[in-house]
């Protein structure tokens, strides 16, 4: 810092050495200055959502309705076309698969049931398609034995008329 004992103010007092480390400084400053700077980072743009799968629906018989125990019946609804449906039971709060068909072209399925043991029996449909799951609600049916009409009585032969 001192040279003949005065302080050196001026550049051409000071020593090469001692003058490195100012002028590096000074070149970094500059090219983080001047630098061109990298591009900003392009904006990540999510894909759209996949549109909204219809409601799966029940719709015969009626949730709540009283089935025939003894006989077979028709579960039918509607789900999002083309997509895979499958009917769910509960028993024991277990779930149990009881088939698996594709809805046709304009949502519509039905399951064909065989008959069900008297008491209280909860449904529930499932629709798959493309990824995506579509619930219907749980519908529960009581079966009940309903009883058969009669056979309807033959008609009695006809009598022959009587001759005058």
């Known amino acids: 810092m001192f040279r003949d004992g005065k302080p050196r103010y001026w550049i051409a007092g000071y020593d090469g050495k001692f003058l490195v480390v100012p002028v590096l400084l000074a070149l970094v400053i500059a090219g983080i200055i001047w630098l061109p700077q990298p591009p900003a980072p392009k904006p990540v743009i999510a894909p759209p959502p996949p ?46 698969l009881l088939g698996e068909q594709t809805a046709a072209t304009n949502g519509g399925w039905a399951f064909n049931l065989s008959r069900l043991q008297a008491g209280s029996h909860t449904f529930r449909v499932l629709a798959f398609k493309a990824g995506r799951t579509m619930p219907s609600g749980e519908v529960t049916y009581t079966s009940k034995p309903v009883p058969r009409p009669p056979a309807p009585k033959k008609p009695a032969p006809a009598k022959p008329a009587k001759k005058k």
């Open 51 to 96: 549109p909204a799968m219809e409601p799966t629906l029940v719709l015969q018989p009626a949730p709540g309705s009283v089935v025939p125990s003894n006989e077979t019946f028709v579960l039918s609804g509607s789900a999002e076309p083309g997509s895979v449906v499958r009917l769910n039971y509960f028993q024991n709060n277990v779930d149990h």
